[in-house]
């Protein structure tokens, strides 16, 4: 009999992901910085949160459907930008169908593996997502060719303070996978035979190279190539993050634009300010400056002070439909995951991405019948238990 690739959880899907991706690219995917208090924080901050159930009168319909950034989505869950990976010959391509057969939005990092313009085919509904990089020339087109291929919306991603110690150790990974990086490698990929199958009959292995920093057809640079030019870039301000806007309103007939990376009040005011569409309260799944507390945590005082004014998403440590619902609750207007989608890519391709979208989904019901909600839209903060100390505001004034 054919084994049952269906998982049950999304830990499970992790389980199945370490044990069929190389260490180094299961621990890439990992990720975390310094101790890896944020990234510890991120998840168990969920599980101080609790439930406050009606035990009757509950609601026979329970409609998760929701707009991001003008996007009708069926639940209130994205896939979030990630870089260039080498979990699975599809990569990018297989995330976007995935979310178009489930009716969402897929993101696409700058950093991608998988060009815009295949992206797009796959799954209209794509965030194309920008690093500041480069002079305004080159960040200009590569909005224009986003725009060009059909992308919806931008992502602009600011928060990250290159650091890069990881006291579990860093891995190790290639700039390319010429002769030498193969031998180094091959006795990983021997002993993960159906990751190496996979790219096999795909007939290629993974180029780690990122061809959305480019025009069509130019030689794409290597991730590490493009990651040095990144580390070399000035640092954007509050006016540059306000001419990205403009140009892609200009570009795109206004159409949206979300900063992903805010953890502070002043910072989301300075978003709103400066016109953006959306924020993303994230903390770059823990792989940013270390203790910075967790998205949950800081989410209720940053929605307070702005949720009237800009669209306000979560993007940490969700692993179950729950964790959505608690997200909702304290002010998100949906969230996104990353980690989650990637490790159900890992264990069953595209169906795998399809299957923690479901689980998702499924927990969300599950919670909202328990709520007595009908509707995502009627979550309050009532419905949530917040133990004391549990929240933190930062850059109130």
């Known amino acids: 009999m054919p084994k049952n690739t269906w998982f049950e959880t999304v830990l499970e899907a992790q ?113 194309f997502q920008i690093y500041w990089l480069g002079d305004r020339d080159r960040i200009l087109q590569r909005i224009e060719r986003a725009h060009a291929a059909g992308a919806r919306g931008l992502i602009v991603t600011t928060d990250w303070s290159f650091s890069m110690g990881r006291d579990w150790g860093s891995p190790a990974i ?120 967790a998205p949950i945590r800081v989410l209720p005082s940053i929605a307070d002070a702005v949720g009237d004014q800009v669209e306000v998403v979560l993007d940490g440590g969700i692993r179950r439909g729950s964790d959505v619902v608690k997200a909702l609750a304290l002010g998100a207007r949906a969230v996104m995951i990353g980690r989650a989608y990637l490790w159900g890519l890992a264990a069953n391709g595209q169906p795998g991405v399809e299957n923690v979208l479901d689980l998702l989904r499924s927990g969300i019901d599950s919670a909202l019948l328990g709520l007595g909600r009908s509707s995502v839209h009627e979550l309050t903060p009532g419905d949530v238990v917040v133990p004391p100390g549990f929240t933190r505001t930062l850059g109130a004034t």
């Open 15 to 127: 389980r199945r992901a370490r044990k069929r991706l190389p260490p180094s690219v299961y621990s890439a995917l990992l990720a975390g910085s310094e101790k890896g208090v944020s990234y510890d924080d991120n998840t168990a901050a969920f599980a101080e949160l609790g439930f406050a159930p009606h035990l009757s009168g509950l609601s026979e319909k329970r409609d998760q459907a929701t707009t991001v950034m003008g996007e009708e989505i069926s639940l209130p869950v994205i896939c979030s930008p990630t870089g260039v990976q080498a979990v699975h010959p599809d990569g990018e391509v297989a995330i976007a169908r995935a979310c178009a057969a489930r009716g969402t939005v897929t993101g696409l990092s700058s950093f991608a593996s998988k060009p815009v313009e295949q992206v797009v085919e796959a799954n209209p509904q794509t965030f």
């Open 174 to 293: 290639p700039e390319k996978l010429d002769l030498k990086a193969m031998l180094q490698f091959a006795p990983e990929g021997i002993r993960r035979p159906r990751w190496l199958a996979q790219f096999a009959k795909a007939g290629y292995l993974p180029d780690l190279t990122a061809p959305n920093l480019v025009s069509p057809g130019e030689q794409a640079p290597t991730f590490f190539g493009a990651y040095y030019e990144w580390m070399q870039t000035p640092l954007p301000t509050w006016e540059d993050l306000a001419w990205l806007r403009e140009q892609w309103a200009r570009i795109s007939g206004g159409g949206p634009v979300m900063l992903k990376g805010v953890c502070r009040v002043d910072d989301a005011k300075r978003a709103v300010d400066a016109g953006m569409t959306a924020i993303s309260v994230s903390n770059h799944g823990g792989n940013n400056l270390d203790t910075t507390p």
